[in-house]
């Protein structure tokens, strides 16, 4: 990322978050009946929160944050009242400012032979492995068959690779297909902004923010919001053509011998009409093995 757009992202991410604060939320005192100005916290009210001379909050909302200690990084923090993804994204933010800051390894591109076989084994439940893009790069046979409406999009028929993030901005299908479809938006930019701060140096991951931002409106909404999360575990709501709504716990791991890598696997309640369902969609898939999908 040039200097000059980390510069942009750090000044965003900072006067997005002071602007959601109101001075009460802060607990500090508002003087005079006047309007004010900002829609938040004024820039010497972070300052003041955070123990630091307004003329240092202003430098560091610039952009300014090579160098910079945790400890300045802390009182931030606490004075944004930031969550963990938006603490970490901070972190990163200041470690891609740094010349000498240690750049994250580069993302792995292939799925090894022994993460194949466990994809295989994994036969009861739909499972694949993504990278930091959200590009699809290997899935078992019923991972195949619940994302189905993804694999089959007219967006990947001729080239890859399968995208999720493209099919839920790009293609009309993903409406269809994620029945909460402004949620699954949120997250899917919110992850993506969580991915640029942690390797900003990913041309590819930047070429994708490039086109998403460019091709929809919705994703460029999103984007301006500067957003994160994390992308752990939690409940994903699908509507598949063949066996209809689905409400499916999912777990993402990260693989540590493969950096940028992760492994997501839905699994349903026993006994659920999600578990029948999957169950169904398990025969129409027939027998399968896990092969990667089409070359990145």
Known sequence: MP??????????????????????????????????????????????????????????????????????????????????????????LARAATPSGRRPSATASRVRPTILRLLDSMTGVPAYVRNARFDVIAANALGRALYAPVFDSPLFARC??????????????GRDFWPDWDKAADDSVAFLRTETGR????????????????????????????????????????????VGDLALPYE??????DPGLRLNAYTPEPDSPEQEALGLLAAWAGAGTAVPARDT
């Open 3 to 92: 200097k000059e757009n980390l510069a942009a992202e750090v000044r965003e991410f900072l006067s997005t978050r002071r602007a959601r604060i109101t001075p009460a939320q802060a607990g500090l005192p508002v003087h005079g009946g006047g309007t004010r100005r900002v829609a938040g916290l004024r820039r010497e009210e972070v300052a003041l929160l955070a123990g630091m001379s307004v003329d240092y909050y202003v430098r560091l909302e610039r952009g300014n944050l090579g160098g910079v200690s945790d400890s300045v990084l802390e009182a931030l923090a606490h004075a944004l009242r930031l969550d963990e993804a938006e603490r970490a994204h901070l972190y990163d």
């Open 160 to 173: 890859g690779p399968v995208n999720t993030s493209r099919f839920l901005f790009l293609d009309p299908a």
């Open 199 to 242: 390797a900003p140096h990913d041309r590819a991951l930047t070429d994708l923010v490039g086109e998403l931002t460019t091709r929809s409106d919705e994703f460029a909404r999103r984007w301006a919001r500067h957003d994160v999360k994390f992308h752990r575990s939690g409940l994903k709501r699908l509507h598949h053509p063949l």
């Open 252 to 257: 993402a791991l990260d693989l540590p011998s």
